[in-house]
Each structure stands twice: as C-alpha cells, then as structure tokens.
C-alpha cells in the first residue's frame, strides 16, 4: 500500500505504462503460439518448407551463443549467410542484432530471420527484484508489469525471446535456482506463472514491444536431490501432477510459445530426451503447439548422463522425444543428414520442429520487421517510466518478519544513522542473479537510496566485514558508527553470485562473520534493524530470536535502494508474504507447509511421533507470512453452502478489517485439507488467495469460488476426479491459518 502523497506522485507514471502494456495486447490478430495456428501462417511456412534444403532445416533448429556481453561470433554471421542459423543466444543490442540479421535478410537463399534470444529474468536493463522477491508480492500484477517492461526494453533491444518465466517449484533452498522461481507451492507458483506469460507475450506478441516467453524447466529441475544444482531426481508421477505440473499447465494456458527441456533425469530418462514429458503429456494431453528447446548444451550432455554413446545418438534421443531446437551444442547440425539418410529420423519429423520455429517466427513478425531501431533502443532502456516501476515494484515485495516494538518505521527525525554490513553499498548484489543486461552503474544501493531519504541527516557507513570470509577487521568501525548514531541499519545476506544457477549451498547460515556482526552491534545496545538481501531462505534463529526488527528485501532491482528506503522510513508500508518456507536448520530441508499427514503426526509430547529432538519440528517463518505497520483481522468465514455436489461450486467469504492506525496492505490466504479421500492428502493446500488494500478502520469481504478443478485429486489409477467427502477450509493471513469451518462434497 502507497502511504504518502510522495510516492503516490511518481506511482501514476508507471501505472499508466502499465495499462499501455495492457491495451497494447489487447487485440489478438493472431492466436498466441501454445494454440493451432492460422491457415495463412501454415501455408507461408509450408511454402517455404518445399524450398528449404534439409541442411537449412537443421539450421533451424540450431541455437548458437554469442559472447557473454552481447557481441556476434565470427562463425555466426557465416552461418547466417549460409541460411544455417535459426537463432542466436546473448547475442543483443540493436545495432548488433541488426548486423547480423542483415546478413540473413540479404545474403541468404531462404531469408529467414534470425531469431535473438537472452535470459531475461527480472528485467533487461532495468532490473526487477528476481522472481521469489516478485512471488512475495502475493500479486501478479507485480509480475505481469514487471516483464511487460522488461519485454519492451528487450524487444527495442533486438532480443525477441525470453528463456523465463522458470516455473520450478524449489522445496530445497540450497539449490541456487529457488530464486529464479516462485517458491514452494504449485497455486501460487502457477498463478505467477500466468501472469509473467502475460508481461511478456500479451495476447499478440508480434507488437514492437512484446516477446515471446519460455517456460522452463520441464520438469521438476528444483527436486534436484542435495539441492545440488544440475543433479538427478526422483519423483512419482502423482507428485510430478500434483506439484511440478501445475505451474507449467498454466504458463501453456495463458498461451507460452516456448518450452524448455530440464538438465535432470526422470525415472532414469533425461528431460532431453523424454518423450513422456515431452510429446505424451506437453503435446497430447496439453496440446502445446510451440517449439520446445534443450537447455544450454542439454543435448551433447545425454552422453554424460550415459544414455547415449556418441552425438548421433544423443541427437536421435532427444528428436525422437520432441526437442525442436538444440541450444549451443551442435549435434542436429553434425548428424541430422546422417539420420534421416539412415531412416533413424522421418523427414517428417524434421519438418514438424522446422514448423514450429518458423511459426513462432511468423507470429513474432520477424518476417515484416526483422530489424531492431536503435533510437528506440536508446529511448526504452532506463526511461523513467520504467525507473519509477522499478521501485514501485520493489517496494511490493518486501517482507517484514518482526518488527518488536514498532521499531519501524524509522524517524526522519533522527539526526544520526549509521548504515552498516558488506551489502549495503554494493550495487552488483542490489540487481542480484540473472540480472540480464543490466549494469551495477545503474543501480541504487541501499546507502545511497538512505541518502536521498535523508540528505541533511549524518550518515555513517561502515561495511563491518565481507559476505564471506572470516576477518573481523571492520567490525570496531562498524561498532564505532552504531555507537555514534541514533539508529543502525544492518544490510546482510548473500551477495549475488551466491543465488543462481551453479549456486547451490550446504548451509543456509548467514555466510561469513555477518551473524558474528550483528550480535556485535546488537550489544551496543543502540536500536537498528536487519535488512536481508539474498535469493533463498536463510537459518536465522539468532538474528530472529534476539534483533528488534528485520526486513526481507530479496535482491531488490536496479531501484532497490529508494525502495528499500521508502519502507525503512514508512512512505510505503510492507505487504509481502514469504513465498517459500524459512527453515530453523538447514537439517530440517526439505520443509515446506504442504505436507502429507503421517500416522504419527508431529504434535502433542509423545516420543514416537515425526519431529526432531533437537529443534522444533515447526519453521522459523511459514510459508505465507509477514507482518505489517497496521494490524488487520479477519471475521465472518461464510460458505455458501455445507453441501455441494461433486461437479458443483462453493464460494468461501471472509471479511478483513485494518484495525491499525496505518494504510496497508493483506494477504488473505485460503487453504484446503481434504480429510478423507483414496489416497495421502497434504495438510492443507493454498486454494485462493487476494492481496487487500485498506484505510485505517476499512473493511472489506473477500470471496472465493472453488469448483472440481480445487477439489479434484489424482486418485489410485492416477485419474483426477472429486471424491465424496468432507473439506476444511482455513482462511488467515499465512499457512498458519486461523478462521476454519467445512463442507461436505457428495456423489
């Protein structure tokens, strides 16, 4: 909720932009990529399919990298004269991109445009909070307008597909890649899913200002066993339905031209080169139209995985399963002559993929508009449109985990602050992980965004020591400043090469002697607050335990310092809730809220029952948590009816109420325990869920509508269906519940 008439000011711009993404997608002259497509575009691409010599077909289906900053390979722009490069990754800029479209426009046979791509994550120039930041914001509309921008600003760029949204549910926070993902629970995770295919596509993604998005990685990427990045997994087929599906299901409704295939293993066969995931369920039960890519060499990897002996083999798996596009490996280019002539792979089945990127090509207007506009390029990136969303945004994602006291929001009054901890002057880890093409130059930390809060106040800054690494040579500096000062902020956490991909971790302790500097200027005895930086869940039981306030900000994008500020000193008071769990112990991982009952539930003194004896059983922060400077309560848990039929609907109603002194913002949260069915059901399971906007004293009722879809399960012969039985609803403000009442579904 926006508290101040200030940022009430520069909230209209990007609003309005918002509604320019909005509109500007409106109007779809054709349907998006995940559906059939129109006979128009079939007939261009099969006339073009008659004239394209096989080596040019497989040269669609190749994807080649640029360098890590942008600029074109050698090779690459011969391959573009030859008509054997379908797209380019990394490759960026608009002159750049030009180049070497040109070349491809002009001096192939065929004159097939290139096709650019580039991870952008959360944000390309100007930088986002990473999505589990974003998925804290319990508000889609975070998502969508984020990468609405972020589409506009790749797209003037030359870049016209994303490789996100990463739809992986994480319930291990040492695998590095939770940050790129919405968290633990499959409903939240899909709706955020939804929401980035819309930021990024709209309803026509062949506009100027829009791309074409890509979800990844299917399937059940974030189960990787030890959290370690790139390992193997195992995982049912029911809990593949019922947890890793969902938030796939919805990015191929909402119309996702693009997916891409996972580094892991499922049930002994690679992602790459499954055609379970890949054409039995992607394509027949779902029916996805788009292109399906490989991971970043994903393909020349089956041989390491040991299920293929040689790159022809590999290349035969994976096309075999439904893999369209090799991405930097080069196997379809070395061996796909070879397999068609050995009648290993049907011509038809190159045509197929060759089909799929040329319609995603089409649809995008690669045809009509092959080239990128440098003045629009420079006019987009960092406009200050997109600068003032970006703290906007931020700001909706924060966290507050405790806040003893009303120790925030902090006092402009003060004439004295000390800023202290090795993330608080440290623009890199402000725009985090992934960060596309975004720059450290760029963005506003956390020190300084204070000083703009604050420009006649004395601030001190101390770093205290680094991330990582065991010297405490800053730490009498860092005292000496909070000593001085009226008030501390403490910036912890990780800096961003520690979140990501490759970055998986043993311990989820605050690394280095960061804990050890807390407790430091803890024992000045002066008030401060820690603000967490980092892209996964931390073991803080300390800083929990003993420090008056600490505030979740994630890695906060290229404005996160101003945002960051504006809620320390309340012109926007944090509304975010947790999106995955925060465990006690890295020994209590995986912990998550929906989990299944056992026949010995944790509960009650008994020594044989699921818990530990030597921490509680229960999470440090539960998934759906966060505090307020306001208070709120929820009363008047309403069902339309105590029964309904299998196939009918029910509407749950709840009213909330701000019984604070402050304008803010709640999460009301509704969740589900079928009690009894066929099979093992989790505890409870999010089913709803509405972020609320109140004055002091205001009130409003909140409904939502359940159907079979909420109700269904996956029951013995792994059919969904609604069973007969009773459900409990639990409406509150996080996992934790709090207002219960139960319907009866019958046959």
């Known amino acids: 909720m926006i508290a101040s008439a200030l940022l009430r000011k520069w909230s209209v711009v990007p ?97 097939i445009p290139i ?67 919405s968290g633990e629970d499959q409903f939240l995770g899909a709706a955020m899913a939804a929401a980035a295919v819309r930021g990024f596509q709209g309803t026509n993604y062949s506009r100027p200002d829009k791309m074409v998005a890509c979800a990844k990685h299917w399937v059940a990427y974030g189960a990787a066993e030890g959290g370690r990045d790139y390992n193997t997994t195992e995982v049912s087929e029911r809990t593949l339905r019922e947890i890793y ?115 995603v090509k089409y649809r995008l207007g690669l045809f009509e508009h092959p080239y990128a506009d440098e003045g629009l390029e420079k006019a987009t990136l960092l406009s200050p449109a997109n600068l003032a969303a970006a703290r906007e945004l931020a700001a909706r994602t924060f966290v507050l985990l405790k806040n003893d006291h009303e120790t925030l929001p902090i006092s402009r009054q003060l004439k004295s602050i000390a800023v202290i901890g090795p993330l608080a002057d440290d623009a890199q880890s402000m725009i985090g992980p992934w960060s596309g093409d ?32 065991d010297s405490r040579a800053g730490f009498e500096l860092a005292i000496n400043a909070a000593r001085e000062s009226d008030f501390t902020i403490l910036a912890v956490g990780e800096s961003a090469d520690m979140s990501g991909e490759a970055a998986s971790r043993s311990s989820l302790d605050l690394p280095g002697q960061q804990l050890e500097l807390i407790q430091a200027i803890h024992a000045t005895g002066k008030p401060y607050v820690v603000v967490l930086m980092n892209g996964r869940p931390l073991s803080i039981g300390w800083v929990a335990t003993n420090s008056p306030a600490i505030l979740e900000t994630w890695f906060a994008g290229t404005q996160g310092g101003y945002a960051i500020a504006d809620t320390l000193f309340g012109d926007v008071n944090p509304g975010g809730k947790l999106p995955v769990t925060f465990p006690r112990s890295v020994g ?49 848990l309403e069902l339309s009816a105590t029964h309904i039929h299998r196939d009918g609907t029910i509407i749950i109603g709840v009213d909330v109420e701000n019984t604070g002194d402050r304008a803010g913002d709640e999460v009301v949260q509704l969740y589900l325990h079928d009690l009894v069915a066929s099979v093992t059901r989790p505890v409870k399971a999010l089913k709803g869920f509405e972020r609320v906007s109140l004055r002091p004293g205001e009130s409003r009722h909140v409904e939502f509508t359940l159907g079979p879809g909420d109700l269904g399960i996956y029951n013995q012969a792994m059919q969904f269906a609604v069973e007969p039985g009773t459900f409990k609803v639990m409406v509150g403000t996080s996992s934790e519940a709090g207002l219960e009442s139960s319907f009866e579904v019958g046959p």
């Open 438 to 469: 975004g720059r450290k130059e760029d963005a506003v930390t956390l020190l300084a965004g204070i000083h703009a809060e604050l420009p006649t106040a004395k601030i001190i800054h101390a770093r205290g020591c680094d991330v990582t690494g």
């Open 115 to 181: 096709l650019f791509s580039f991870d952008v994550i959360h944000g390309y120039r100007t930088i986002f909070p990473v999505p589990l930041g974003e998925a804290a914001s319990w508000d889609p509309s975070v998502v969508e307008r984020a990468d609405c921008i972020a589409a506009a600003e790749a797209s003037a760029a030359g870049v016209r597909w994303t490789f996100a949204p990463m739809v992986d549910i994480a319930r291990d926070p040492r695998w590095g890649r939770i940050v790129e993902g």
């Open 245 to 359: 599906f969902p938030p796939f299901k919805a990015a191929v409704d909402a119309g996702v031209g693009t997916v891409m295939s996972a580094f892991n293993d499922l049930d002994g066969i690679p992602c790459t080169a499954n055609s379970f995931i890949l054409t039995d369920v992607l394509r027949r039960e779902w029916h996805f139209h788009g292109l399906v890519i490989s991971d970043w060499n994903a393909v020349k990897e089956l041989i390491a995985q040991g299920v293929a002996a040689n790159g022809e083999a590999a290349a035969a798996r994976a096309m075999t399963a439904g893999v369209d596009v090799e991405m930097v490996s080069q196997f379809y280019h070395e061996y796909g002559e070879q397999l068609v002539s050995e009648g290993k792979i049907p011509m038809a089945t190159i045509d197929r993929s060759v089909r799929r990127v040329l319609r």
């Open 15 to 111: 609003r309005l932009f918002f509604l320019l993404c909005l509109v500007s997608g409106s109007a779809a002259a054709r349907p998006p990529a995940g559906t059939a497509s129109d006979p128009e575009i079939e007939n261009k691409i099969s006339s073009l399919l008659a004239r394209m010599t096989l080596a040019e077909k497989l040269g669609q289906l190749q994807q080649l990298d640029g360098t890590w900053d942008g600029d074109v390979r050698p090779e690459q722009m011969e391959l573009a004269r030859q008509g054997l490069l379908g797209s380019a990754i990394c490759v960026r800029g608009a002159k750049r991109t030009t180049e070497l479209q040109r070349v491809a426009m002009t001096e192939s046979k065929m004159k």
């Open 588 to 636: 209590q991982v995986p912990v998550y809220y929906n989990h299944k009952n056992t026949g010995r539930p944790p509960g009650g003194d008994s020594k044989d029952a699921s818990r530990y004896i030597d921490i509680p059983w229960t999470p440090l922060y539960p998934f759906g948590y966060g505090l307020s400077y306001t208070q709120f309560r929820l009363s008047h």
